[in-house]
């Protein structure tokens, strides 16, 4: 017993010791030293503008207006500064050689973190002195700290080599810590009120968070955790040149992997279930599995995708297979509502008067100068096969059978044996698109589609029955936008429509008065018969040349054009010739020799060399002009009424003599090896 109360009486002494000391301490007297040391260790300047110490068996170290300098290249003389610092040191430890520091609180930090254009980092140190060689591991004291708080924080990041900025402030952060601080053991992190706002060259982004929460064990960069839970972020901006407006209400994520998510974007639900490879995180795989459930903005299907987050740029491989997007709700619905069917014919066979077609826009450029998102092709990597089962477009049609096989990797983009069903047939192609010389080429083929199809497609039944077309189309071209593009284009286009019946009042006032001249009996006829049309235009550097490359048969009369489609100035420079057919030869006196189609592609003027001719030919030979940008449109524009202006020749140039022969096969077969 005696022994006992001897240790007591010690330890009592011992204890009050320690207390006399603190409450006699006076560490403000260092705080030269303290500053001294803190710039031998970091080569910067350190002031402190006070420092004290609270009186308790866990006293609390509390410094205020703590600034770090900056490098000597920063852009502002702080790196850091601080308003103010507590540290709760608990006593009884230090006598076994051991720092518990129960809590730091931080209070108005501001930091700044940059890099110069010569990649040099402001959080780099070089220290002043030369540092003291470290104690043995057995005089070394650990180092706990259980909590960290803090309140009003904001980090500023520059970067000057990629002229690029981010700022960050956040409300207040809560960490607790179990162990040594540099094993990171968090068990629990939470955030208050976070802002983000970056800026990328001309994109600038701004983010906030409502609540991040995360629970877990063991060191947390080993991905250690239990359970994320996020809630309530909000991101706006533009991105890529496009602008975004996304908000997300949940974000949850477990140790098992399960993840779910809840979002809109642009005013539209998506949500996500399913897993994340967590396992594979913690292990340090570079590949991690993603399987995700989606659904929202008319979009719903399968990820199934392997991604390694930690590449640069990140990259993913693997599958995604989405049954239907319906688009309908995602774009606005096409200004003037849908295409309204033509007149049926009147009872007994007479033709309905048809309504004038609308006159051909007047200037204003045909492909636009708006710069494209070449960037983009360098945010990730990818090697993936999209498919799709269904696409609703905005004007309520639909394709079916996508499939799009992804190859993505610094910044070039391949997509071979793409294709997709439209209107009863099948495109398939490739499309090769560089960020690095932004070139891009496509090559592909169109078949199975039939004019009738495309017409009862967009309900204009009764019009044309069979027609079947086929289009090759082989180009490639570099620029940084759609019109730098077309006019540096160089390849071919080929297009040809088969046999068909066009109701005769659908060809227009137009297509009715050339009838009138080559035959009179033939606008009498309800319908009109077509043989064949084709369009052959080879293109160099942006010029789309043609030499009878461009024909059309009917059973009343049959055409030819040459020359050429200047893509880069958008002009056109066009001659069509009539050529007499074996039942109507005795008419061909009637129509003129040629036609001349020159000047602006929005809005050409045409030149008629005898002024006895109809000028409802204009509309034939524009719709023929325009076979280059599609032979549907080309042969619409002609056919059903196109409104280009009509003019005297005024000495127009004489085009070479039409073939003879099959002329269609002629103008497929033109300059093609």
Known sequence: MKFLKIAGGIVAVLVIGVVIFVMTFDIAKYKGTIEAQTKAATGRDVTIGDIRMGLSLTPTIVLSDVVLGNASWGSRPQMLIVKKLEAKVELLPLLSSQVNISKIAVDGADMLLETNKAGQQNWVFQAAAPQQAAAPAGQQQAVNVSAIDAT??????????????MDVAVKSVALRISGPMTQMNISSMSIDGATVNRRDGQDTVSASIGKFAMESSGPIMDMGFKKIDVADIKVSGKNAGQPIAAEVSKVSLDEKGAFEMAAKYNGGDISAKGTLGVASMKKGDKAVPMKLALEGLGLKGDVDLSVDAT????????????????????????SGGAAKPASAPAAGGASAPAKTAAPAPKGGPMFSSDPLPWEMLHTADADVKVTVGTVKLADGQTITNVSLPIKLAKGHLLLNDASFDMVGGKIVGDIDA??????????????????ESIAKTYKLTDL???????????????????????????????????????????????GMQILAA???MGNKDPYTVAKCAVTNFQLTNGVANTQNGVAIVTDKMSLTAAGKI???QERVDMTVKPIANSLIGGG????????????????PNISIDAASAVKGVAGLAVGVAGGGAGVLGGLAGGLFGGGAKAQPAGGAKA????????????????NRK
């Open 464 to 510: 044309i029955t069979n027609g079947p077309l086929d289009v090759a189309v082989d180009v490639r071209g570099a620029g940084a936008s759609p019109r730098a593009i077309v006019g540096t284009l160089n390849g071919s286009f080929v297009a040809g429509m088969g046999e068909s019946r066009i109701r005769t009042d659908a060809i227009g006032p137009v």
């Open 152 to 165: 009003n924080m904001k980090v500023a990041i520059k970067d000057a080599q990629a002229n690029g900025d």
């Open 588 to 603: 061909l006196t009637k129509i003129v020799s040629q036609v001349k189609v020159s000047g602006p592609m929005a809005a």
């Open 518 to 520: 080559i035959n009179p």
């Open 566 to 568: 200047d893509l880069a």
């Open 434 to 451: 560089n960020a690095a010389t932004k070139a891009v080429a496509i090559n592909g083929t169109v078949k199975g589609v039939s004019a």
């Open 311 to 334: 590449a640069k740029p990140p990259s993913a491989k693997g599958t995604v297979n989405i049954p239907e997007i319906d688009l309908t709700k995602l774009l606005p619905p096409p």
């Open 655 to 670: 085009a070479e003599a039409a073939p003879s022969g099959d002329i269609c096969a002629v103008a497929r077969a033109w």
